[in-house]
């Protein structure tokens, strides 16, 4: 990972905390193009849509796909606070991305969250999800990101 890879993974986590400040789950991402500029940001709304599926890397894909076609997101990158669950895996494998960054490991939540029921977390690897597609998806991540697990400081309902 390298200096850019960085500057982004924080740019995530900072979405991350808006979308805990807008009443939703600490969770945030951003989709870059080649060059490393920010295409995109989006928030989970799982709270504020009330949409169980409102995750933030659901909604990047989902506005990415609407903006930009496949060829052209096969060379972006979205970075995100957390490792992405099954869900968000299948959602940017469909959507055409061809990279992952994330800070937080799925493990590394699931010990933050605890057993609340508001975050049943998967024990499912986003690196499994994309090895069973038919193209490859580059994934890099854990990555250490000063605030990837503050932000969850006091969400979570922890009963472990």
Known sequence: MNE???ALLRAAVD??????????????AVLADAQGRILLDAGNTVGTGHDCTGH???????????AYDREFLRTCTLYTSAEPCAMCSGAIYWSG???????LSESDLRAITGDDP????LDLPCRTV????QRPVAVDGPAPIAGAAAVHDGFWRKHD
Do not use: C
């Open 130 to 133: 994309f090895a069973s597609g």
């Open 97 to 103: 991305i061809g990279r992952v960054v994330y800070a």
């Open 118 to 121: 508001e975050n049943p977390t």
């Open 56 to 66: 933030a890397e659901t909604n990047l894909a989902r506005a990415a796909s609407k």
């Open 15 to 28: 979405r991350a905390a808006r979308s805990r400040a807008e009443g939703n789950h600490p969770f945030g």
């Open 4 to 6: 850019q890879d960085s």
